[in-house]
Structures are given as structure tokens and as C-alpha cells.
């Protein structure tokens, strides 16, 4: 299991799907701070979900525009294309925690 902690801007308003009484919250993040191996600074959008008691606690807390600080798991997959042979990778994060960036 890895760890992941970065700061992130909130894009979208984060939604709420109840699935056999637990409570899933999803949302696309803008992370920040992310550079490539050339030290450049990436914008990268991701989509993050989080379960249980931490997904209610973003939807009521949290909304569109926010920064925030996450701490959580990411988890990549990478896709194989038949049509091009091409590889896609498809990236998310799994929050743990959460918190609001006052600036």
C-alpha cells in the first residue's frame, strides 16, 4: 500500500451515490505542485473518491473551488487499446483523510 499526500484544487462539486447502504462521494481534483522528470510543473487532473463516513464528510464540508490537502492511496491502470495497440493509463485517488488550506 502506498501513501499519498498532495494539494489539490477542487474542480467539480463532489456528488454522492449511496450503494447498498454505503455512502460513495466522488469529484475531479486539479493536483498541485506535481513536476516531471524535466522539473516542470504538470497540471494534472484526476478523479478522487472517497467511502463511508469520510464520503459524507466531503460532500457536506467541502465544495467546488476548494483547496484542500489530501491524504489517501493512488492507484494507476494501465489499458491496452486494440483498435491502435496503444497503452492508456487511467489514474485515481482513494481519499483517507482530508483537509481545508486556509490562504
Known amino acids: 500500500m502506498n501513501v499519498f499526500i498532495c494539494t489539490a ?4 462539486q ?3 451515490k449511496k450503494v447498498k447502504h454505503q455512502n460513495y462521494c466522488y469529484m475531479l481534483l486539479s493536483l498541485h505542485n506535481v513536476y516531471n522528470s524535466e522539473n ?6 484526476i478523479k478522487a473518491f472517497a467511502k463511508a463516513k ?3 464528510r466531503i460532500f457536506d ?10 491524504e489517501g492511496s493512488i492507484d494507476i491502470k494501465k489499458i491496452l487499446l ?22
Open 40 to 45: 516542470r510543473i504538470l497540471n494534472l487532473k
Open 9 to 12: 484544487f477542487i474542480l467539480t
Open 54 to 56: 469520510i464520503a459524507k
Open 14 to 16: 463532489p456528488k454522492l
Open 61 to 70: 464540508l467541502y465544495k467546488q473551488k476548494d483547496k484542500v490537502l489530501i
Open 82 to 103: 486494440l483498435s491502435n495497440h496503444a497503452k492508456k493509463y487511467s489514474a485515481y485517488i482513494r481519499i483517507d483523510q482530508i483537509n481545508n488550506i486556509y490562504i
